[in-house]
Nanobody, 124 residues
Framework: QVQLVESGGGLVQAGGSLKLSCAAS????????MGWFRQAPGKERDFVAL????????YYGDSVKGRFTISRDNAKNTVYLQMNSLKPEDTALYYC?????????????????WGQGTQVTVSS
């Protein structure tokens, strides 16, 4: 069975940084593009970032572009999200997700596998 396990969330002050990790098991990691989504209470699940199979191509949601960086280490079956210049509006439960194609990358229902989420809280 496939497992995606996020870690690295926590409480940080505005302007600070956090690095999230997502460890994958039970799948051929390099066959999947990996994404990050986030969901705040009462809000829809929004696209944050996506990275291609080898890591050569990345996409970001408009609200995080220039501040967040997605990366992956296929040897470690892990995808990362480096978050800098954090804002209170970044507060959310962050999920990593996996699917085999790059199409409809911002549509969460097209992803095959999901982690349990890790909470990020940014204080002002």
């Amino acid at each position: 069975q496939v497992q995606l396990v996020e870690s690295g969330g926590g409480l940080v002050q505005a302007g600070g940084s956090l690095k999230l990790s997502c460890a994958a098991s039970g799948l051929t990691f390099s066959s999947y593009v990996m994404g990050w989504f986030r969901q705040a209470p009462g809000k829809e699940r929004d696209f944050v970032a996506l990275i291609s199979w080898s890591g050569s191509t990345t996409y970001y949601g408009d609200s995080v572009k220039g501040r967040f960086t997605i990366s992956r280490d296929n040897a470690k079956n892990t995808v990362y999200l480096q978050m800098n210049s954090l804002k209170p509006e970044d507060t959310a439960l962050y999920y990593c997700a996996a699917k085999m194609s790059m199409t409809r990358r911002t549509t969460h229902k097209t992803y095959d596998y999901w982690g349990q989420g890790t909470q990020v809280t940014v204080s002002s």
